[in-house]
């Protein structure tokens, strides 16, 4: 740590007392440590979700964390709190990969072929808040990586299929789990005419997946799956369900971040992980653990450098300016797409 640094987090400190009762800082967990450590709460998107929606008593939310997460937590507080992103520039490039735009256009392409078959929207929570209004306001829901196939089995009593937005790698694990099999599962590529499926491929499919992705997770392999088991015997593989089919299949276990967090706690003195989501929690999980040798499946770095724009002294230039009554930064979703959205929302916070 520098001298500057430490300044800046003794200032953090210092304005985080005189604002006590008045401002929460919700922290997502691939945050660096850096920030990490001035959260008053932590979770996976679900989680704090939930958080947001329970913290009533707090005129302002600080979100550390990317852009959906914190329109999520705008539509899920009450209209006289005000939740602020220390950088507007920190989004998240899966969501972006659908816009609300692209996916109207394809439901509407979809339709023309589906005529009769009923087809429920769900969006994971890795979207904006237009496509969360445009599911919601067809009688769909989000899901996130800990309720997705919950979420897709829900949508499957509802109607014959389902168009799953943003995350192939998810909506196919999640598919591949409720037992589908693969020519009931096809991928909706953007920019081409049907997603490039025929019309009896949409036709008899149950899910059809939008080709997102989290370049994060698709930097695990299953070959690395391989040299941690050759290098260290015994060793357990878990996996984030943003990672490829392949991957998840290979692994030992997949799950959400609260999900991995949880396996690596109850896991027995010594035990072994290699686990395949964001650096920033899998090093901490190490210092936190070191009575159990933990590895980050792949050889790179891989860390979300969006979730990486929240910094210490974004969060102080925040925290000075609420010192001084003024609200920089505000994450205000339009009421007309929040109303859309809580629908898909509420559906999840339901099922
Ligand atoms: S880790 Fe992946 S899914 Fe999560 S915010 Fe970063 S890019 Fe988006």
Same mark, same amino acid.
């Given at each position: 740590?520098?001298?500057?640094? $430490?300044?800046?987090?003794?200032?953090?400190?210092?304005?985080?007392?005189?604002?006590?009762?008045?401002?929460?800082?919700?922290?997502?967990?691939?945050?660096?440590?850096?920030?990490?450590?001035?959260?008053?709460?932590?979770?996976?998107?679900?989680? %704090?979700?939930?958080?947001?929606?329970?913290?009533? *008593?707090?005129?302002?939310?600080?979100?550390?964390?990317? @852009?959906?997460?914190?329109?999520?937590?705008?539509?899920?507080?009450g209209a006289?709190?005000?939740?602020?992103?220390?950088?507007?520039?920190?989004?998240? &490039?899966?969501?972006?990969?659908?816009?609300?735009?692209?996916?109207?256009?394809?439901?509407?392409?979809?339709?023309?072929?589906?005529?009769?078959?009923?087809?429920?929207?769900?969006?994971?929570?890795?979207?904006?808040?237009?496509?969360?209004?445009?599911?919601?306001?067809? $009688?769909?829901?989000?899901?996130?990586? !800990?309720?997705?196939?919950?979420?897709?089995?829900?949508?499957?009593?509802?109607? *014959?299929?389902?168009?799953?937005?943003?995350?192939?790698?998810?909506?196919?694990?999640? !598919?591949?789990?409720?037992?589908?099999?693969?020519?009931?599962?096809?991928?909706?590529?953007?920019?081409?005419? %049907?997603? $490039?499926?025929?019309?009896?491929?949409?036709?008899?499919?149950?899910?059809?997946?939008?080709?997102?992705?989290?370049?994060?997770h698709q930097?695990?392999?299953?070959?690395?799956?391989?040299?941690?088991?050759?290098?260290?015997?015994?060793?357990?593989?878990?996996?984030?369900? *943003?990672? &490829?089919? *392949?991957?998840?299949?290979?692994?030992?276990? !997949?799950?959400?971040?609260?999900?991995?967090?949880?396996?690596?706690q109850e896991?027995?003195?010594?035990?072994?992980?290699?686990?395949?989501?964001?650096?920033?929690?899998?090093?901490?999980?190490?210092?936190? @653990?070191?009575?159990?040798?933990?590895? %980050?499946?792949?050889?790179?770095?891989?860390?979300?450098?969006?979730? !990486?724009?929240?910094? &210490?002294?974004? %969060?102080?230039?925040?925290?000075?300016?609420?010192?001084?009554?003024?609200?920089?930064?505000?994450?205000?979703?339009?009421?007309?797409?929040?109303?859309?959205?809580?629908?898909?929302?509420?559906?999840?916070?339901?099922?």
């Amino acid at each position: 740590m520098t001298g500057q640094q $430490g300044n800046v987090f003794k200032e953090i400190v210092a304005r985080k007392k005189e604002l006590a009762g008045k401002v929460l800082i919700l922290c997502h967990h691939y945050q660096h440590e850096d920030v990490f450590q001035f959260a008053d709460l932590t979770g996976d998107s679900l989680k %704090l979700a939930r958080q947001a929606a329970e913290s009533g *008593e707090y005129p302002y939310i600080i979100f550390c964390g990317v @852009h959906f997460m914190a329109e999520s937590a705008d539509i899920l507080t009450g209209a006289d709190q005000a939740v602020i992103l220390p950088d507007l520039q920190a989004g998240c &490039p899966m969501a972006d990969m659908a816009t609300a735009e692209e996916v109207a256009a394809a439901w509407d392409e979809l339709a023309s072929v589906c005529a009769g078959q009923a087809v429920i929207p769900v969006t994971y929570v890795n979207s904006s808040a237009r496509i969360k209004a445009f599911v919601g306001n067809r $009688g769909g829901s989000v899901c996130t990586s !800990s309720n997705a196939e919950r979420v897709l089995a829900w949508a499957l009593k509802k109607g *014959e299929k389902v168009f799953f937005f943003p995350d192939e790698h998810l909506g196919r694990n999640s !598919s591949k789990a409720l037992g589908f099999a693969d020519d009931e599962i096809v991928v909706w590529q953007r920019g081409k005419k %049907l997603g $490039g499926n025929s019309v009896q491929q949409l036709r008899q499919a149950r899910t059809i997946l939008w080709n997102g992705y989290c370049h994060v997770h698709q930097e695990f392999l299953v070959g690395q799956i391989h040299d941690w088991r050759r290098q260290i015997p015994g060793i357990k593989i878990i996996v984030h369900p *943003e990672c &490829p089919w *392949e991957v998840v299949s290979e692994a030992d276990m !997949s799950g959400s971040t609260e999900r991995i967090i949880a396996a690596v706690q109850e896991s027995a003195v010594g035990a072994s992980w290699a686990i395949g989501t964001e650096a920033n929690l899998v090093n901490r999980l190490q210092r936190q @653990h070191p009575d159990k040798t933990i590895r %980050l499946l792949a050889q790179t770095p891989c860390t979300c450098g969006t979730m !990486s724009r929240i910094t &210490p002294a974004n %969060l102080l230039w925040v925290l000075d300016n609420l010192a001084q009554k003024k609200v920089v930064n505000q994450i205000s979703v339009d009421a007309k797409i929040a109303a859309g959205a809580r629908l898909a929302l509420d559906r999840m916070l339901e099922i």
